[in-house]
């Protein structure tokens, strides 16, 4: 934990792109990083979210010599807002997986699942009433069953978001995915932001994956957003795992574009 304080310190002088769009009417998006952001689109906006991640993970527990690389291509998350604090949400993603145990090498390629989902604003800021949304996902399995379950998985989660200032925000994630009927999959994080500039923004955060029956997971990582219009917004993050159970390191880019009316 006191490796993450000079991280945290740098908060401070990055703001998150969820910011920048509650003053300005911009784009925001569920993306960078793990959270998902409190707003949804107004009624009749079409919007769409894009990116690609790499991921490099060594030594696993009990199987040191195994290295896994997976890049998750063009993960692709589709929004349209139905009435001024609903929308419906679809999502996918393309993956090469490659493993190495030894000289031995082996790859997969596939679409990992199919995401069906609703998100809903519940809150709104008043004094310690954070701004709060309900996101509601059913995972269907389409795809590669070495990549996914070949099970329906529904999933819930709450997103808040405190002000702390005129440009400051402290948000969180906290939610579960249904696996079966013995498996429970529960997800929390916490992201902390500053407002940096009309154009440039950024966001620091801590994830965790728990599961009920196994080690839990759990990432550090940060990034920046970069708003070339109202209507359009790139991003580039990182981040390392803070366990074993976690991959080594990862990177992403990508980016959103909201349609107009």
Do not use: C
Not at 86 to 98: A, C, D, I, M, P
Not at 114 to 120: C, D, E, M, S, T
Not at 125 to 137: E, V
Not at 166 to 177: H, I, M, P, S, V
């Amino acid at each position: 934990m006191k490796n993450l304080i000079p991280w945290l310190s740098l908060l401070f002088i990055f703001s998150f792109n969820s910011l920048f769009a509650q003053y300005y009417d911009a784009i925001s998006i569920d993306r960078p990083g793990q959270s998902n952001t409190y707003t949804t689109l107004k009624k009749m906006r079409f919007q769409i979210e894009s990116g690609f991640t790499y991921t490099v993970d060594k030594n696993f527990p009990g199987n040191e010599n195994l290295e896994m690389v997976k890049m998750q291509m063009a993960s692709t998350t589709l929004r349209f807002g139905l009435t001024k604090k609903f929308e419906l949400r679809l999502g996918s993603q393309f993956t090469y997986q490659r493993e190495k145990i030894l000289d031995q090498k082996s790859s997969i390629s596939s679409i990992e699942g199919l995401n069906l989902g609703a998100k809903l604003r519940v809150l709104e800021s008043k004094g310690i009433i954070p701004d709060g949304a309900l996101l509601m996902t059913v995972g269907l399995p389409v795809g590669s069953k070495e990549l996914i379950s070949d099970k329906v998985e529904p999933g819930a989660m709450f997103i808040g978001s405190h002000p702390l200032s005129e440009a400051a925000r402290f948000e969180y994630n906290a939610g579960f995915t249904y696996r079966n009927a013995d498996f429970m999959e529960y997800f929390y994080s916490l992201v902390l932001s500053v407002n940096f500039s009309e154009q440039t923004s950024a966001f620091i955060e801590v994830a965790r994956t728990d599961p009920a029956k196994g080690e839990a997971l759990s990432v550090f990582d940060f990034g920046i957003s970069v708003l070339t219009s109202r209507t359009v917004i790139f991003d580039i993050y990182g981040g390392k795992g803070l366990n074993k159970e976690a991959p080594d390191w990862f990177i992403s880019v990508g980016g959103g574009i909201r349609l107009p009316r």
